[in-house]
């Protein structure tokens, strides 16, 4: 198991606030990272394939550098800069023109220095006037003439390229190592989260803060990708990581925990609660992570229910498996607990884990490839009116008002999530629990346990409803 990487990779770097996101945003073409006037909104690191005049490469948004024990939260982001400094071919050392060069901008550049990797020092909010003094206070660092540019309004982006031209015209990828670098970096399409390909699965980590979702996928990956630690919402907003599982292309999205709406006052949080909901929307498979220290709680169940309602694959996983107390009443009560609470869906496949120890990733995986399946597949036509003929025959539609109601054929009008549409006449007077017996009968017997279903009706035109009564007939002769 690896994560794929390939093309160049540019770190932007630089203490908290001096607009990184904002400008790692304008090199994606898209609003990928969360951005927001409070200091330190970025915690991760967070890749995308950027595009500049015809310069390609992989662009790495890194935590703002705070000078602080490596222990601490502020430390374990630092780390995560560290490593994304290690990997790049050159770094974007950003400071805030108008507010000047700060002491920790210093400590930030002679720490940079000793790192040994190429430097470019970028002024931003360089517009108008404002910036000037800042500008000319840049040459005491050492580090040459600053590419002045505004990331917000897209100034300066000509003298960035020309700046980045040196460490980035290398020579043509090969064809396998082009189409690695596309699958490991290709992003959302302008307001989506991700782009949709066919190949990669698309799963997003998803629960309550503190689950253990950053420390899952650290384990999955076999790196400390994620900055984790006891903090409870250290993750703020969600971080698309490339990842190949055994040859299966996977796109893993770690998200921020999503904690009852009642409870959210806080602006930043709500941003990330909305970041966590479109990573929903864009998964294929959806992780609903557990703390099995603290069992099923309301707000699990809110949270799997708005992953069903978006009609994604389903998984859940009890992280924690490790420290949990009497395991097997706990897994059965929680089972049981999943059963009443998600009635609308029988099945939903539950896994025991430990992220800290690895223990159970390999049936966590196994679970989320055959959700993925189901919710993919579609029925041929035959057997679908196969099982058509087979329900109506053992439970036959009600009459309704003492008028039979006369249902005719099926068909799937799509996948991902399953979607049918049955077709008959009066389908207005079927009750709701018809309805549902013929989604049940679908999971039973055509293998679609655990995913969402959708299923609609379509009735006939009766003229005699729509007139009234009977039409007129035409006169002979």
Known sequence: MSQIKALPRVAIVGRPNVGKSTLFNRLVGRKLALVDDTPGVTRDRREGLAK???LEFT???TAGFE?????SL??????QTDLAVGDAVVALLVFDARAGVTPLDKHFATWLRKRGTPLILVANKAEGRSGELGVAESYALGLGDPVQISAEHGEGMADLFEALMPYLDAPALSEAEAKAAEDAAEMAPEDGFFAVPDGPLKMAIVGRPNAGKSTLINTLIGEQRLVVGPEAGITRDSIAIPWDYYGQPVRLVDTAGLRKRAKVSDKLERMSAADTKLAIDFAEV????????????AQDLRIAD???SEGRALVIALNK??????QSSLFQGVRKALDDGLSQIRGVPLVALSGQTGKGLDILMKAVLEAREKWSRRVPTSGLNRWFESALDRNPPPAAGGIRIKLRYVTQVAAR???FVIFGNRTDDLPASYGRFLVNSLRDDLDFEGVPIRLSFRGSRNPFRESGGAPARKPRG
């Open 321 to 326: 498996w490790d420290i949990a107390h009497d």
């Open 59 to 61: 662009i790495v948004d």
């Open 417 to 419: 999530p399953p979607t």
């Open 306 to 308: 708005l992953v069903l």
């Open 67 to 71: 000078d602080a024990d490596a222990a």
């Open 286 to 297: 959806v992780v609903l992570l557990l703390d099995a220290t603290l069992g099923l709680e």
């Open 74 to 79: 502020a430390g374990r982001m630092r780390q």
């Open 52 to 54: 500049l005049f015809d």
